[in-house]
């Protein structure tokens, strides 16, 4: 990342002194980001995710790390970055006039090039909001890490069935290419009743999705295990996750949600104790981004 470097004491006179902006400089003189390098690093505010071996922490930056960044015909003043997937939260500070009556100060993800983006609202709304979701629970913590995908609200799909709950999660890729949309989804694996299981353990064998297009058409992919794994749910290891890519068909078809299903064996794939269960996932819809146009 590199830009204008804006510490907290001349915002004001960078976002000409603007009310939206007071709840963001409020809470820099607070708590003044994220210092401590390890949690910096590894324990990001605005949470984490693990996709493919890449690991992408959105960290709150310190005053002395705020910087304004020029994207085209925007400014956005970066105060969460992650710096391996250069993954970022940003506020509005200069855009085009046509436009600041609904971005100026608006949080937002802003794709460079495509300029497909997420609006998050104005800080104060997003921050309340995040800090309430994750009171309430709606971001699994593990390791001291916050989810960066929340396990429940729109974009999500959760289910029930025989014991195991199946969380899905999704989110806009703003550090992925800009050729075409691309999302990550996280699976979430719980095992949360072992009586209703009926057994000690199961394995998962395969899944097979159903991913639907724009033009109501669908694809099916399925395959064994996931992501190259076959986990195994005990009582001891009742909790397993995951998470995936999905993306626009190259030949111009936009993708917009999915469904499927996950199959078990009872016992492990070597020793089956039993018929297989098939475990259900309900349709998510994809978050599409926004576009400048």
């Known amino acids: 990342m590199s ?7 001349e ?13 963001f400089i409020m809470a820099h003189h607070i708590h003044d980001g994220q210092r401590r390098r390890q949690w910096f690093l590894d324990h990001g505010l605005f949470g984490s995710y693990e996709c493919y071996g890449e690991f992408c922490s959105l960290s709150w930056l310190s005053s002395r790390m705020l910087q304004v960044v020029q994207m085209g015909r925007f400014r956005l003043l970066i105060f ?3 710096s391996q997937t250069r993954n970022y939260l940003g506020i509005v500070v200069g855009c085009p006039m046509v436009h600041s009556s609904h971005l100026l100060h608006h949080v937002i993800q802003l794709q460079p090039q495509s300029y497909r983006f997420v609006d998050k609202g104005l800080f104060g709304e997003f921050f309340t909001s995040y800090v309430d979701h994750l009171v309430a629970g709606n971001h699994d913590i593990y390791d001291q890490r916050i989810s960066l995908m929340p396990n429940c609200g729109p974009h999500t799909s959760s ?10 999660s999704s989110m806009f890729c703003v550090d ?49 295990g996931v992501v190259g794994e ?5 009582v001891d290891r009742p909790f397993y996750k995951y998470c995936s890519r999905i993306e ?32 259900p996932v309900p349709f998510i819809e994809l978050p599409i981004p926004l576009e400048v146009i």
Request: some cysteine.
């Open 248 to 279: 626009d068909d190259p030949a111009g078809l936009e993708v917009v949600g999915f469904e499927g299903q996950f199959t078990f064996v009872p016992g492990s794939l070597d020793e089956p104790a039993g018929a297989n269960i098939t475990l």
């Open 159 to 168: 289910s029930l069935s025989h014991g195991i709950k199946i969380t899905v």
């Open 176 to 224: 992925e290419t800009p050729r075409f949309r691309v999302y990550r989804y996280q699976v979430t694996f719980e095992l949360v009743d072992p009586k209703q299981l009926g057994c000690s353990s199961v394995q998962l064998e395969s899944r097979n999705w159903l991913i639907y297009y724009t033009n109501q058409e669908y694809v099916h992919a399925s395959g064994p």
């Open 11 to 23: 915002l004001l006179q960078v976002v000409n002194d603007s009310p939206d902006m007071r709840d």
């Open 3 to 9: 830009g204008e470097s804006v510490p907290v004491r």
């Open 230 to 234: 076959f986990p195994r749910l005990s």
């Open 80 to 82: 969460a970055w992650c």
